[in-house]
C-alpha cells in the first residue's frame, strides 16, 4: 500500500476543486502514486486521515482549501504524535489562508510535488473548547463576533467564490450584524473587560483568502496572535477594511493587538464563531464561553 494517503473535498471551492483533483493525477502517478479517498460528509475527512495513520501511511495530504485541512488537522491529533503522519497540503479550495501561513507554492503541481518530496517543518496547532466541553483543534485561525458573522454570510452566497465571496459577506456584515458583545478576556499578562466588535485569533497572519487580520502571527513561535476592535461606526470599519487586507490596520488607535499561549473568553450574549473557515458555534448554539490553547509543534509539515 503506499505510504501516501490523498484526501479530496469534490465540492470545495464550490465544487471547482474535484476537477483540479483529477488534473493532477497524472504527477502524482509520475512520483509513485497514493491511495485517494473523497469526503462524502462533514468530518469525513478527519475520520479518513485517523484511518490512514492507523494503517501506517507516513503523509497524509490535503488537496483542497482551509476547510479541508482543518478536518484532516482534526484527524491527526487523535494519533498520538509518535505515530502521527505528516501532513501535506495542495491548496485548490477558495481561502487557502494555512497553505499561505507555511509558504506552500500556489502552483498545485510544485505544491505536489514539495507533499511527496519536500522538506519538513513544524507548526503549531491550537484547541478550542466551549462551556459544555466540546472541543476542535484549529490551525490557522479563530474568528470570533463580526468574525464569525462573515463567515455563517458566506455560506448563503452560492455565484461568488473565493475572496470576493468574504469580501460581500463582509460588506453585508457591516450593514446587517454590526453587534458588539460585552467580553471578559483573559489571556497570558494581561485581561480585558469591555464590549468588542471583533475578536480573531491567529495561528497564521490571513484569513478569508487576503485579509490579513494578525500580520505578525508565525505558525511555528509557539504563540497565538489576537487582534480585537471595540465598538465603532460602520463608517469607521468600511475605512479600516482596505487596511485589513494588508495588514496596515495594526497601526490605526482602535485595533488592539497581542500575544499569548491560552485565552478564556466570556461574553454576554451568543457568540458565532468560526475556525478555519469551518462555523464552530451559530448564534443558536448560543455560546458565550471559550477557552484557546496553543499546542505548540503539534503538526509535522511538508514544505
Known sequence: MPPVQLIFNPMADRGRSGQRASDLRAIINELGGADWSGTEYPAHAAELAAQAADRGC???VA???????????????RIEAARRP?????PIGSGN???????????????VRRAFAGSERR?????????????????????????????????????VSGFLMYLTATLQSIALNFDAPHLRVEYDGGTLDQRVLMLTIGNGPR??????????????DGLLDFVYIGPVSQFRLLRLLPKVMNGAHVREPDIHLATTTRLRLEADRALP????????????????????????????VAV
Open 123 to 159: 507548526a503549531d496547532a491550537a484547541l478550542i473548547r466551549d462551556g459544555s466541553g466540546r472541543s476542535e483543534y484549529f490551525c490557522n485561525t479563530a474568528g470570533i463576533g463580526f468574525d464569525g458573522a462573515i463567515n455563517i454570510r458566506t455560506r448563503k452566497l452560492k455565484v
Open 97 to 111: 489562508d494555512f497553505a499561505y501561513a507555511l509558504g506552500v507554492p500556489t502552483n498545485p503541481q510544485e505544491a
Open 63 to 77: 488537496l483542497g482549501g482551509d476547510g479541508t485541512v482543518h478536518e484532516i488537522i482534526n484527524g491527526l491529533m
Open 273 to 300: 464563531i468560526h475556525i478555519d473557515g469551518e462555523l464552530f458555534a451559530p448564534y443558536e448554539a448560543d455560546v458565550r464561553q471559550v477557552e484557546v490553547e496553543v499546542v505548540p509543534g503539534a503538526l509535522r
Open 207 to 220: 484569513e478569508g483568502g487576503g485579509f490579513v487580520t494578525t500580520p505578525a502571527a508565525k505558525v511555528d
Open 86 to 90: 505528516r501532513l501535506g497540503i495542495v
Open 58 to 60: 507516513e503523509t497524509v
